[in-house]
């Protein structure tokens, strides 16, 4: 399985830079978990690839260029884009994106080949199929709607907490899969932003530090993502005071595989 996280900026000379502002996993170069930066960082073959597309809630930088993205491929596209969310993300990405004002309702749209994006419905606790990755979404603890995902391609398989603070379920479906290969967890705010953290409900290396103690098995790579970029740095450090084994932090740009 092959895992990247697609860079959001690029410096002067167009070169991704570390900061992620934006959340979109890209696996196997073909399913997209969030949409960020869907439309700004794919290379020309994975936009040729990539139909299916997971939400995992609809927060601006999980989604902010996937109304971009269908409207980029609307006169090329032979199949509709998949996007695939709990039927509440369905309806707030209706209401509040695709709403004729925001962006066009491309639900409602098609050109010379046929409907150019759908909704899948996603339940909760059991597993779904994207594309040839079996997938399970639980809910977590944010401001929003939100799921985490364990996903799996029959060999290997990951987790994405997703944006979340202290929670239950998405432990337990984590703690179930034995063979793990990789989680990937966000730590958002440094420390010493705790209460902002708290409110928003995100993860500071300290409470992150504290919920890992949920997991039962260990082995498993631990990569931290969606680090706020001002405070990169010392999220970075704060992270490696917690002497983790096995827990770095997630480079954009890079590929990662097991
Ligand atoms: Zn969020
Ligand atoms: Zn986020």
Redesign the pocket.
């Known amino acids: 399985m092959r895992i990247e996280l697609l860079p959001s900026t690029f410096d002067e000379r167009g070169v991704a830079t570390l900061d992620q502002r934006l959340t979109c996993f890209l696996v196997d170069d073909c399913v997209a978990v969030d949409a960020g930066s869907i439309a700004i960082a794919l290379s020309d073959e994975q936009r040729s690839k990539v139909r299916d597309i997971i939400v995992t809630?609809p927060?601006m930088?999980?989604i902010a260029s996937l109304p971009i993205f269908v409207d980029d491929l609307y006169p090329s596209l032979q199949e509709p884009l998949r996007v695939y969310a709990t039927q509440e993300v369905v309806d707030l990405l209706e209401r509040d994106v695709f709403n004729w004002n925001v962006y066009p309702r491309f639900s409602d749209l098609k050109n010379d080949y046929g409907p150019v994006m759908e909704y899948v419905p996603i339940p909760i606790g059991r597993p779904f199929t994207v594309a040839h990755l079996q997938v399970v979404a639980v809910p977590v603890n944010?401001i929003?709607p939100?799921v985490g995902l364990v996903v799996s391609d029959g060999q290997k398989s990951a987790a994405f907490s997703s944006?979340t603070a202290e929670t239950e379920e998405f432990w337990k479906i984590v703690n179930e899969m034995k063979g793990l290969d990789a989680l990937l967890i966000e730590a958002s705010f440094p420390n010493k932003m705790a209460k902002l953290a708290e409110v928003s409900r995100h993860f500071t290396p300290s409470s992150l530090g504290k919920e890992l103690q949920k997991l039962t098995h260990n082995g498993m790579d631990i990569l931290a993502v969606h680090l706020k970029p001002t405070h990169r740095d010392t999220i970075i450090r704060q992270l490696d005071e917690l002497n983790i084994p096995k827990l770095s932090v997630m480079n954009p740009g890079e590929i990662y595989c097991w």
């Open positions: 809630h927060h930088d999980h944010h929003v939100t944006d």
